[in-house]
């Protein structure tokens, strides 16, 4: 079983629309969970992480981690179309490496 | 500004060349990573760095080798290149300690081996 399990899409929806992204783990000793996002011919950048359980917010940017589920979620409010994107869950394994999911790609129509 | 620079964007070689993947940043930070992207598959590591000579494999280290000769640069080697080995590659910097260790990323260097 994957680490990391996400569903890759593709994911379209209008602009304006709320969006939800969700990962799943399996290792219930991880702790650090983040959302990367990465634009085509880009690298990853960091979008937002959460340390443990509960959430954070971020303007139209919120992230929830439920460790109980080992379900994390990245909701998106208010899309843009600059919001097109691929997402990655990411959760940080002992020491400092990082497994991802393997993303999630968005397309935000005007 | 941050910057994780990776020396090439594009590159092709050929089966069997022995390939160098150069990546430098100016972060003083003591991780480096790097990873391979590929449709379907995401983001694999291949080895990482927490100091200078030391090196750990990660999930796919196999037909790769690192160095990590100075703080600030750490080079990916194909030994040997395969055509399996055509990928988008990511190199990766963070800090130590706390919760805040965000990677940073370069552009990637898409290889494709011929």
């Known amino acids: 079983q994957k680490e990391v399990e996400q569903d890759p899409g593709p994911l379209s929806v209008p602009e304006g629309a709320i969006v939800s992204l969700n990962c799943t783990y399996s290792?219930?000793?991880?702790?650090?969970f983040m959302w990367y996002r990465q634009y085509s011919r880009k690298g990853p950048e960091l979008l937002m992480y959460?340390?443990?359980?509960g959430n954070k917010e971020d303007g139209r940017f919120t992230a929830q981690v439920d460790k109980s589920s080992k379900y994390i979620s990245l909701f998106i409010r208010d899309s843009q179309p600059s919001d097109s994107a691929t997402y990655l869950c990411?959760?940080?394994?002992?020491?400092?490496?990082?497994?991802f999911g393997k993303g999630t790609s968005l397309l935000v129509t005007p | 500004d941050v910057k994780v620079t990776q020396s090439s964007r594009y590159l092709v070689k050929r089966t069997g060349e022995k390939v160098f993947l150069e990546c430098v940043q100016d972060?003083?930070?003591?991780?480096m990573f790097w990873y391979r992207q590929d449709p379907g598959l995401g983001l694999r590591l291949i080895y990482f760095?927490?100091?200078?000579?030391?090196?750990e494999k990660g999930d796919i280290p196999e037909g790769y080798s690192v160095s990590r000769e100075k703080k600030e640069r750490f080079s990916l080697i194909l030994e040997s290149a395969s055509t399996n080995q055509t990928s988008m590659y990511l190199c990766?910097?963070?800090?130590?300690?706390?919760?805040?260790?965000?990677?940073?990323f370069g552009q990637g260097t898409r290889l494709t081996v011929v």
């Open positions: 990411a959760i940080r394994r002992s020491g400092y490496a990082l497994n």
């Open positions: 290792n219930s000793a991880f702790q650090y």
């Open positions: 959460t340390y443990s359980s």
């Open positions: 972060m003083d930070h003591e991780n």
């Open positions: 760095s927490y100091d200078v000579k030391m090196k």
């Open positions: 990766a910097s963070s800090t130590m300690g706390g919760e805040g260790t965000e990677a940073f």
